[in-house]
């Protein structure tokens, strides 16, 4: 697909033909906004398109260095690989056409996926005035920027936050009053796009399997040779030339102040390039008041209009189209928009009785004429009918607060059916919270429904009785089972379904292995054997993945355990078995454990705990390049660094055995994290606490090369939430 031009060279004040002022050197086009270097690499083909081969301006904004990621090529750490990773994307970037990067200097700290703890970290959200300074000094049409929601890492969360609050308000200039004095201007950006959440809520694909007219090569080629520069991240061992694959690079258009096409080709659809015969003097869009609709009832959508040309349209005609069945008041009548003129008029639209409780598109279009040419264009917005009574699962505190920024920035239909978490612990009953809520204007009642997976079971649901518009909490009770595991697992992912009528809300269901563990009136040897440490456990195997590649079998990588404790100590050991031991980590370069093989014990000693910032995060590596004796450290915690001056009093050993390694670790309470009422877990406590294995299987490995191939776990479950949510580890309850 050829890069779209503008249709006419810009020029005077504010375009790129005639520089007048400063700020004319800082107008770009589009602008990414990211939390680290490397950020930006979904959309480097599509830059390069637009950027080295169109003709227009970009920028990107890192909100931090980078500081808290990896380094696969030396030792630096703290700022010194910060500033090796926003030179990475500088050159990166250079080879896209985009020459004036920011970096905003914010904490990179350690692996997060809490959206509430970057917050708390970054000092609230000053941070994001900082953000709108640069899209007012850099005036970009078009931003993009990663996912908000829950899922991903809790710094990628903010920066998307931020960019969706930069695109809602860089425009008001009562928000962030600051910035009028500094003589900036409010300017109003026209299109917010996402990364998508997953490959269904993309709305437009950018091919990379052509080729790029300026660097005569595919655009996944210049893509791939672009973050080559990304080597710290270990992304030059990962990237080839030619490119293995071509992928397009995939967004989601989230919000819009001009009209687009059916089925976009370009970010750029409708701001530089005119969406199907709309001029791009137009500026069109549609709200809902709220998101969700009661059927059988009026709802208002609000339409804004603005003439930014300096030619009237006339006969302008607005209509807006719902689906088959709903009823949308009628149309304004024909008027004449002049130039500089804003038109506004609230539709009234009402879903049937019956309609599905699903996201529904609204379609608004208009006809006008632009002296002699007819001119048309449309966009979308959505809504979701529901019932008069709806039951949801309520929510984990992330999933409520993402929820809620999403309500406030008019997003929430992006969200989709966004599944709440429900941690159940197995061969136990959990309580699970749900709000049942009456929308009509009528009493209702009746009987809730649950739709369960073989293992988990309710003896008996609750009944509602609401007035009209009267909420009520209810508690379900829910068993967990090992009917509920699949083969060969200790946890499990599973769906739930709440029911009330047609109303549907879906949770997902996260079993979570518990235990009871011996307190101990004598204390093991910390030696590396564990004939003397008495204790209880279980197994890990290779269908306990949630990193990479699963293992061959257990040979390959798998691991007994056995916990016990006692008043000053918690022990940990693992027999563990694997066909090829890597011991390429330097005694003196003990830091981030996934680089090799490598033995994770996670501790949330409260048993409450939103973040890592309040628990412990021990690790080990069974061997260095010094030999088979075991270094341990904490990783991805508040306190990082070696265990000597990090946890004082914990202590590691390992022996090699046929087959693989033993390993124990002695962590002492005293390291850990005080509870909210000072002191430490007594008997009859229940702690959070996790173990994770890293198996790298790769011979002769580089000393200190990151060979992660496998990631295991105890409750396993995909990109962090087997390190970084305490409330999905397993629960350990300490013996009397």
Same mark, same amino acid.
């Given at each position: 697909?050829?890069?779209?031009?503008?249709?006419?060279?810009?020029?005077?004040?504010?375009?790129?033909?005639?520089?007048?002022?400063?700020?004319?050197?800082?107008?770009?086009?589009?602008?990414?906004?990211?939390?680290?270097?490397?950020?930006?690499?979904?959309?480097?083909?599509?830059?390069?398109?637009?950027?080295?081969?169109?003709?227009?301006?970009?920028?990107?904004?890192?909100?931090?260095?980078?500081?808290?990621?990896?380094?696969?090529?030396?030792?630096?750490?703290?700022?010194?690989?910060?500033?090796?990773?926003?030179?990475?994307?500088?050159? /990166?970037?250079?080879?896209?056409?985009?020459?004036?990067?920011?970096?905003?200097?914010?904490?990179?700290?350690?692996?997060?996926?809490?959206?509430?703890?970057?917050?708390?970290?970054?000092?609230?959200?000053?941070?994001?005035?900082?953000?709108?300074?640069?899209?007012?000094?850099?005036?970009?049409?078009?931003?993009?920027?990663?996912?908000?929601?829950?899922?991903?890492?809790?710094?990628?969360?903010?920066?998307?936050? =931020?960019?969706?609050?930069?695109?809602?308000?860089?425009?008001?200039?009562?928000?962030?009053?600051?910035?009028?004095?500094?003589?900036?201007?409010?300017?109003?950006?026209?299109?917010?796009?996402?990364?998508?959440?997953?490959?269904?809520?993309?709305?437009?694909?950018?091919?990379?399997?052509?080729?790029?007219?300026?660097?005569?090569?595919?655009?996944?080629?210049?893509?791939?040779? =672009?973050?080559?520069?990304?080597?710290?991240?270990?992304?030059?061992?990962?990237?080839?030339?030619?490119?293995?694959?071509?992928?397009?690079?995939?967004?989601?258009?989230?919000?819009?102040?001009?009209?687009?096409?059916?089925?976009?080709?370009?970010?750029?659809?409708?701001?530089?390039?005119?969406?199907?015969?709309?001029?791009?003097?137009?500026?069109?869009?549609?709200?809902?008041?709220?998101?969700?609709?009661?059927?059988?009832?009026?709802?208002?959508?609000?339409?804004?209009?603005?003439?930014?040309?300096?030619?009237?349209?006339?006969?302008?005609?607005?209509?807006? /189209?719902?689906?088959?069945?709903?009823?949308?008041?009628?149309?304004?009548?024909?008027?004449?928009?002049?130039?500089?003129?804003?038109?506004?008029?609230?539709?009234?639209?009402?879903?049937?009785?019956?309609?599905?409780?699903?996201?529904?598109?609204?379609?608004?279009?208009?006809?006008?004429?632009?002296?002699?040419?007819?001119?048309?264009?449309?966009?979308?917005?959505?809504?979701?009918?529901?019932?008069?009574?709806?039951?949801?699962?309520?929510?984990?505190?992330?999933?409520?607060?993402?929820?809620?920024?999403?309500?406030?920035?008019?997003?929430?239909?992006?969200?989709?059916?966004?599944?709440?978490?429900?941690?159940?612990?197995?061969?136990?009953?959990?309580?699970?919270?749900?709000?049942?809520?009456?929308?009509?204007?009528?009493?209702?009642?009746?009987?809730?429904?649950?739709?369960?997976?073989?293992?988990?079971?309710?003896?008996?649901?609750?009944?509602?009785?609401?007035?009209?518009?009267?909420?009520?909490?209810?508690?379900?009770?829910?068993?967990?089972?090992?009917?509920?595991?699949?083969?060969?697992?200790?946890?499990?992912?599973?769906?739930?379904?709440?029911?009330?009528?047609?109303?549907?809300?879906?949770?997902? =269901?996260?079993?979570?292995?518990?235990?009871?563990?011996?307190?101990?009136?004598?204390?093991?040897?910390?030696?590396?054997?564990?004939?003397?440490?008495?204790?209880?456990?279980?197994?890990?195997?290779?269908?306990?993945?949630?990193?990479?590649?699963?293992?061959?079998?257990?040979?390959?990588?798998?691991?007994?355990?056995?916990?016990?404790?006692?008043?000053?100590?918690?022990?940990?050991?693992?027999?563990?078995?694997?066909?090829?031991?890597?011991?390429?980590?330097?005694?003196?370069?003990?830091?981030?454990?996934? &680089?090799?093989?490598?033995?994770?014990?996670?501790?949330?000693?409260?048993?409450?705990? &939103?973040?890592?910032?309040?628990?412990?995060?021990?690790?080990?590596?069974?061997?260095?390049? =010094?030999?088979?004796?075991?270094?341990?450290?904490?990783?991805?915690?508040?306190?990082?660094?070696?265990?000597?001056?990090?946890?004082?009093?914990?202590?590691?050993?390992?022996?090699?055995?046929?087959?693989?390694?033993?390993?124990?670790?002695?962590?002492?309470?005293?390291?850990?994290?005080?509870? /909210?009422?000072?002191?430490?877990?007594?008997?009859?406590?229940?702690?959070?606490?996790?173990?994770?294995?890293?198996?790298?299987?790769?011979?002769?490995?580089?000393?200190?090369?990151?060979?992660?191939?496998?990631?295991?776990?105890?409750?396993?479950?995909?990109?962090?939430?087997?390190?970084?949510?305490?409330?999905?580890?397993?629960?350990?309850?300490?013996?009397?």
């Amino acid at each position: 697909m050829p890069a779209p031009v503008p249709a006419t060279a810009p020029t005077g004040p504010g375009s790129y033909g005639g520089t007048v002022s400063g700020l004319d050197l800082m107008d770009v086009d589009f602008m990414f906004i990211g939390a680290h270097p490397d950020d930006d690499g979904g959309v480097s083909a599509t830059f390069a398109r637009y950027a080295l081969d169109g003709g227009y301006k970009g920028t990107v904004i890192t909100l931090t260095g980078g500081e808290g990621g990896g380094n696969a090529t030396g030792r630096e750490t703290g700022r010194a690989i910060g500033l090796i990773r926003e030179e990475e994307e500088r050159r /990166s970037l250079a080879m896209l056409g985009i020459d004036s990067p920011h970096f905003l200097g914010l904490t990179d700290f350690y692996f997060t996926l809490s959206a509430e703890e970057t917050e708390k970290k970054w000092g609230g959200q000053a941070f994001v005035c900082d953000v709108i300074r640069l899209v007012r000094l850099r005036r970009p049409e078009v931003l993009i920027t990663m996912w908000p929601g829950p899922g991903t890492h809790g710094q990628h969360q903010m920066a998307a936050r =931020a960019a969706t609050l930069a695109y809602n308000y860089a425009g008001d200039s009562k928000y962030c009053p600051q910035l009028e004095k500094e003589g900036l201007a409010p300017f109003t950006p026209l299109k917010l796009y996402y990364y998508p959440p997953n490959a269904e809520s993309a709305t437009v694909s950018i091919p990379t399997d052509d080729l790029s007219r300026t660097a005569r090569v595919r655009y996944a080629d210049l893509r791939n040779m =672009a973050t080559y520069n990304y080597r710290t991240q270990g992304w030059d061992a990962s990237n080839s030339l030619p490119a293995k694959t071509a992928n397009p690079e995939t967004f989601m258009l989230v919000a819009s102040r001009v009209p687009t096409p059916e089925k976009e080709t370009s970010l750029l659809d409708g701001v530089f390039v005119a969406a199907t015969n709309s001029p791009t003097t137009v500026r069109m869009e549609a709200r809902p008041k709220s998101f969700d609709i009661g059927t059988g009832q009026a709802s208002d959508v609000t339409l804004t209009f603005t003439n930014t040309g300096k030619e009237a349209l006339d006969a302008a005609q607005f209509t807006l /189209s719902a689906p088959d069945g709903w009823q949308v008041s009628a149309r304004p009548a024909a008027r004449r928009v002049a130039p500089g003129e804003t038109f506004t008029h609230t539709f009234k639209v009402t879903a049937p009785s019956g309609a599905k409780a699903e996201r529904a598109p609204l379609t608004l279009s208009y006809t006008a004429r632009l002296g002699t040419q007819a001119v048309s264009g449309r966009t979308l917005t959505y809504v979701r009918p529901v019932p008069a009574v709806v039951a949801s699962f309520a929510p984990t505190f992330d999933i409520a607060g993402y929820q809620a920024f999403a309500r406030e920035t008019n997003t929430d239909w992006v969200m989709g059916a966004q599944a709440t978490r429900l941690p159940l612990l197995l061969g136990q009953t959990t309580p699970v919270k749900v709000t049942v809520t009456n929308r009509s204007s009528a009493p209702a009642s009746g009987k809730l429904e649950l739709t369960l997976p073989a293992g988990l079971s309710v003896k008996d649901m609750p009944s509602y009785s609401l007035k009209a518009g009267e909420s009520q909490e209810l508690t379900v009770n829910v068993e967990a089972s090992a009917a509920a595991l699949p083969a060969g697992r200790q946890s499990a992912l599973l769906p739930v379904t709440l029911s009330t009528g047609e109303f549907k809300d879906t949770a997902s =269901a996260y079993v979570l292995p518990s235990l009871t563990i011996p307190r101990l009136s004598s204390a093991p040897k910390i030696d590396g054997d564990l004939g003397d440490l008495t204790g209880q456990g279980g197994n890990i195997g290779p269908a306990d993945l949630w990193w990479r590649t699963k293992p061959d079998n257990d040979a390959d990588a798998s691991a007994g355990f056995k916990l016990a404790y006692d008043d000053q100590f918690l022990y940990v050991g693992l027999s563990v078995k694997d066909e090829l031991v890597a011991c390429n980590i330097a005694p003196d370069d003990v830091k981030a454990q996934l &680089r090799s093989d490598a033995i994770g014990v996670t501790v949330d000693p409260s048993g409450q705990s &939103r973040d890592t910032s309040t628990t412990l995060m021990a690790a080990a590596f069974p061997c260095t390049t =010094a030999g088979f004796q075991a270094r341990g450290f904490r990783d991805a915690d508040a306190n990082q660094g070696v265990m000597e001056e990090t946890a004082p009093g914990m202590q590691v050993a390992s022996r090699k055995t046929d087959g693989g390694y033993d390993i124990e670790f002695r962590l002492p309470w005293a390291a850990m994290p005080a509870l /909210s009422g000072g002191g430490q877990p007594k008997p009859g406590d229940t702690i959070g606490l996790n173990l994770v294995m890293y198996d790298g299987d790769t011979k002769d490995a580089r000393v200190g090369a990151n060979i992660s191939q496998s990631g295991l776990a105890w409750a396993a479950f995909s990109w962090g939430g087997k390190q970084a949510l305490p409330y999905l580890w397993p629960r350990v309850t300490l013996g009397q």
